[in-house]
């Protein structure tokens, strides 16, 4: 199988390593700042311009901006092959907008950062036009990465929040705890993020072995009128406020990030 990626920044240049790394597949790479190819393994094909890359591979993703896909589009549509998957790995554009360029098989897929350690959860979602073993070979192409989720095109906005954004959220959640843990000890900065992190992960590794839900979790550790359950009280009782309005304000950019980019087709 030949695997094109166009755009070679944090997220292209992480498929090249995972897919050389785990695939027996051909890669071709193209970058409009050429010299950021510099040192690519002799292995990796070298394209001169989207139309070459696209006239030579079964699967084209673009790793590019959403201000940037109509541009990648409009230079793919003379060369690209009936039987090439085009990829976005942008849920802002509609499949309705990219087919009004090429009007053609296509996916979307969004990977998670967590992609760098093989844990990620990548969503995927198809157009009518993409065939069963497209999806098939696609999503099994990724499983190199992690877990492998289809969703329908109209939830992948929910989807990235819980799985492509959350990363950052957790890591803002767990960085607001250790700093005020801080103001009560005198543990040191890398003990006490240390101890949560360690935490944190258990935790999760502990819910997925035994199949536990949070309220199990919560309830094997805050015992009645104990610490644990009065500190589980405040996140309770104040928390829900601040993760619905962390979703309003990220779905609501999401939005407004759609419109501007489908305002260019």
Known sequence: MKIGITGY?????????KLSKNTDATLYVYNRTIEKLNGLAPEINVCSSNADIASKVDILIMCVPPFDIK????EIADSIRDETLIVSLNGSVSFASMQKIVNHKMAKLIP???????????LFCFNEKASE???KNLMSLFKCMGDVILLPENEMGMG????????????SIFDVLCSAARE???????????????????????????NMNFEEIVSRVATKGGITEEGAKVIYEKFPEIAGELFEKTLEKRRQTTLKAEELF
């Not at 998670?112 to 990548?122: F, G, H, M, P, V």
Request: contains cysteine; hydrophobic residues 40%.
């Open 71 to 74: 541009q990648v589009l409009t």
């Open 160 to 171: 990235s929040e819980l799985v492509s954004c959350m990363p950052g959220f957790i890591a």
């Open 9 to 17: 920044g944090s997220m292209g240049r992480m498929f090249v390593e």
């Open 112 to 122: 998670s950062l967590t992609a760098e350690i093989e844990k990620s959860q990548t």
């Open 133 to 135: 073993d497209d999806k």
């Open 184 to 210: 009560h000890t005198s543990i040191s900065d890398e003990q006490i993020v240390s101890m949560v992190l360690n935490t944190m992960c258990a935790t999760g590794e502990l819910m997925l072995s035994k």
